[in-house]
């Protein structure tokens, strides 16, 4: 079965400064998704960026962007020029495959505070 | 843009009733998803749809909960006897097919007295 661990409960940065967050994987599967989803204290879950695992090009979107390496099996997630509005819990997530319902499978996720 | 809706925001139901937590999934989404959170801790995915059955379920699953797409928009999970330890955050997700990814709706907050 598929696992992803994120090894750092809680993180904090300056206002404007960057912060990366963990995240490893394991599993056997060659073609797969990560996502990286921030949940705010309203506990929504909102789709912050997502990588292909057949895409070696690592994805950006605006200010986060990832640094994925697929044979160590990390995926970490770089915030820069950090906002207010970024303090939330970060998850790492899985999705197998390429047919099927595909779940996604979280990490324990991430604390990220900033500091004015 | 749209998005998946999930009602109600809150609900709270004594401990061995029944309760039904809806959903409405992205229109044109073929694959809907439920997942828990309960607090302090990581999602965990409970069961997947497709194609008016279960494609997928987890352990959590177990014959206490039920999923069910009654009119091809709703897509609604059932507790048949809630227990304390139901009390956590409930997501609905849906998603288009291939290589989309999961749309999340705000979540339902269960609470369990």
């Known amino acids: 079965a598929q696992t992803v661990t994120q090894s750092q409960p809680e993180m904090s940065v300056q206002e404007a400064e960057t912060v990366t967050l963990s995240c490893t994987y394991d599993t056997s599967e060659s073609d797969y998704y990560l996502f990286w989803y921030k949940q705010p204290p309203s506990r929504q879950m909102i789709l912050v960026i997502r990588?292909?695992?057949?895409?070696?090009q690592n994805a950006t979107e605006n200010r986060f962007s990832v640094n994925f390496q697929k044979a160590a099996k990390s995926f970490s997630l770089k915030i820069s020029d950090s906002q207010l509005g970024d303090a939330a819990m970060y998850f790492c997530?899985?999705?197998?495959?390429?047919?099927?319902?595909?779940?996604?499978?979280f990490g324990q996720g991430t604390r990220l505070t900033i500091n004015p | 843009e749209p998005e998946v809706t999930q009602t109600p925001s809150h609900q709270v139901t004594q401990m061995g009733q029944e309760v039904i937590l809806r959903c409405v999934p992205i229109s044109n989404h073929l694959y809907f998803y439920w997942y828990r959170q309960i607090l302090g801790q990581k999602v965990e995915f409970l069961v997947s749809?497709?194609?008016?059955?279960?494609?997928?379920k987890s352990e959590i699953f177990d014959d206490q909960f039920s999923v069910e797409r009654p009119d091809g928009s709703n897509f609604t999970l059932k507790i048949r006897s809630t227990k304390l330890e139901d009390s956590a955050m409930y997501f609905c997700?849906?998603?288009?097919?291939?290589?989309?990814?999961?749309?999340f709706g705000d979540g339902t907050r269960l609470s369990i007295l």
């Open positions: 990588q292909e695992a057949y895409k070696q």
């Open positions: 749809f497709y194609n008016n059955e279960i494609s997928e």
């Open positions: 997700a849906s998603r288009a097919g291939g290589r989309q990814p999961q749309h």
């Open positions: 997530a899985y999705r197998g495959g390429v047919q099927g319902a595909q779940k996604l499978v």
